[in-house]
C-alpha cells in the first residue's frame, strides 16, 4: 500500500494507531507516550521496521512488562513508532515506513534505531516516548533531534515482551523532552534505590578528541555547567588502547548476537532489506567465532576497569555524539564512517553495562548535539537526579 507524504515524514508507523488509557490518579497520569515498534501491545502486530516481519509474526498475546508499568502508573499510550527495520541501524532510514523527519534538523537524519521515538518527542506529539539502546539507538537520536535520552544499566528493567537483537546489549531507554518528566519515568520504572552522592566528575581526553572539533568547542559550555554542579573535571584517558578497541570488540559481539537471535528467521524468510541492513546481517553470518570469543573477554576486564573508575558515584562527560546527525544527502559511505567513529564512544556504556543520559546542549549549524554523563551500572537514579540539576544549570 502506497504511503502519503505525511505517514513517511512521520514519527509513528503507517496505519491506525494504537490508544490505551493508563490507569486514573497515577504519579504519571496526564502525560502521553509512545513506544519503539519492538514492544508488543497485546492484539496488535510488532512490525519490528520490517513488512516481513509483520507478515510471518501474529498479532502479540500480551503487552510488554514495562509498557503496562506505565500505563499502570497512568501515562497513556498514543501510538507505535518507526524504528531501524530489526533495530539494526544508526541513521533511522528505513524505506518501507518511511525515515521519519527530524523536527530540529530536518535535512538531517533522526537517528537509529529508535528514531520515531525521539522525533515523537521532538515534534511535540508526547510528553516521552520508549526506545531501546543496544549500540547507542537511545543516546544517538536524542544527540541528533534535541531531546533527553536515557539508557539504563544493562539489566535494570525487562525486554520481555520486545524483539531481540544483540541480548547481552538490548536495554530498554526513553526519551523525553526535559528532565522532570525523563526522571518521572525512571521513578516508576526502576528498580527501588537511593539517588547517592555524585561525583568526582571526569573528562577523559580521548573521547573528547575523537569529536568534531566544532563539537567540542560548542560543548563547552555545558562541561562548565557540569562542573559548576560537581566540581572541577578531573582529566584522563580512557581507553589507551585508542577508541577503535571499543568499537571493534562492540561490532564483533554484536554481529555474532545478532545472528544467533535473527539469523534463522533471515535465513528462512528472506526478507527484504533496505539500504544497508542485509550487508549488515550479512557481515554477522560470516563473523569469525573467535573474533567474538576475544570481544568478550575484553568486555570482561574493560567492566572490571569502569567498575574501579566509577565505584562511588565517578561520573564521565563527553560528547554523546562526535558529530551533528548527517546529512539525509549523506552517501552510504558516508554513513558508514560516522557510523563507527560514533559507535567507538557509545560501546563505552555498551560494553560496560553503564547508565547514560544525553542532555540536549547546543547547536552546531543549525543542528542539536548532546552531551552524555555517565555513571556505574546501578547509579542510575543517581544519574537522572544529576542529569536534572545540569539541566537546570544550563537554562534547559
Known amino acids: 500500500m502506497a504511503l502519503t507524504q505525511a505517514e513517511r515524514d512521520g514519527a509513528f508507523i503507517p496505519g491506525p494507531r494504537v490508544a490505551l488509557a493508563g490507569t486514573p490518579g497515577g504519579p504519571l497520569a496526564g502525560l502521553r507516550f509512545a513506544v519503539k515498534d519492538l514492544y508488543d501491545v497485546a492484539g496488535e502486530v510488532t512490525s519490528y521496521g520490517n513488512p516481513d516481519w509483520a507478515r510471518s ?36 532510514e528505513n524505506v518501507w515506513h518511511g525515515t521519519p523527519i527530524n523536527p530540529n534538523a530536518p535535512d538531517r537524519f533522526p537517528g537509529g534505531s529508535s528514531c520515531g521515538s525521539a522525533a515523537a518527542v521532538a515534534a511535540g506529539e508526547v510528553d516521552f516516548a520508549m526506545g531501546s539502546d543496544t549500540g547507542g539507538s537511545v543516546r544517538i537520536p536524542a544527540s541528533y533531534c534535541g531531546v533527553f535520552g536515557f539508557r539504563p544499566s544493562w539489566g535494570a528493567i525487562s525486554l520481555a515482551g520486545c524483539c531481540a537483537l544483540g541480548p547481552s546489549f538490548d536495554t530498554p531507554g526513553w526519551f523525553a523532552a526535559n528532565a522532570a518528566v525523563l526522571a518521572r519515568v525512571g521513578g516508576e520504572i526502576l528498580p527501588l534505590g537511593k539517588a547517592g552522592a555524585a561525583g568526582p566528575l571526569l573528562q577523559p581526553d580521548d573521547v573528547w578528541a575523537n569529536a568534531d572539533p566544532k563539537v567540542a568547542a560548542l560543548l563547552q559550555p555545558a562541561l562548565a555547567a557540569s562542573e559548576r554542579v560537581m566540581g572541577q573535571a578531573l582529566r584522563l584517558t580512557l581507553m589507551p588502547e585508542g577508541l577503535f578497541e571499543l568499537y571493534e570488540n562492540f561490532r564483533c559481539m554484536q554481529a555474532q548476537e545478532a545472528w544467533a537471535t535473527l539469523g534463522r528467521w533471515v535465513t528462512q524468510t528472506k526478507p527484504g532489506f533496505g539500504p544497508g541492513v542485509g550487508e549488515r546481517f550479512a557481515a554477522a553470518q560470516a563473523m569469525p567465532a573467535e573474533k567474538a570469543a576475544a570481544g568478550r573477554g575484553f568486555r570482561k576486564r574493560f567492566q ?24 539525509l544527502a549523506a552517501s552510504q559511505a558516508e554513513q558508514n564512517a560516522v557510523r563507527e567513529q560514533t559507535m567507538g564512544v557509545t560501546a563505552i556504556a555498551g560494553l560496560g553495562g553503564l547508565c547514560e543520559v544525553s542532555i540536549p546542549a547546543a547547536r552546531l549549524d543549525g543542528a542539536p548535539i548532546g552531551l552524555s554523563l555517565v555513571a556505574a551500572a546501578g547509579q542510575d537514579r543517581m544519574l537522572l537526579s544529576l542529569a536534572a540539576r545540569v539541566a537546570e544549570e544550563l537554562g534547559l
Open 57 to 92: 509474526h501474529g498479532v502479540a498475546a500480551s503487552t510488554a512488562p514495562v509498557v503496562l508499568a506505565l500505563l499502570e502508573a497512568g501515562a497513556s499510550l498514543v501510538g507505535k513508532t518507526k524504528t531501524v527495520e530489526l533495530a539494526f541501524g544508526l541513521t533511522g
Open 304 to 327: 572490571h576497569r569502569m567498575r574501579c573508575l566509577l565505584e562511588g558515584g565517578a561520573v564521565l562527560a563527553y560528547p554523546t555524539s562526535p558529530m551533528a546527525a548527517p546529512l
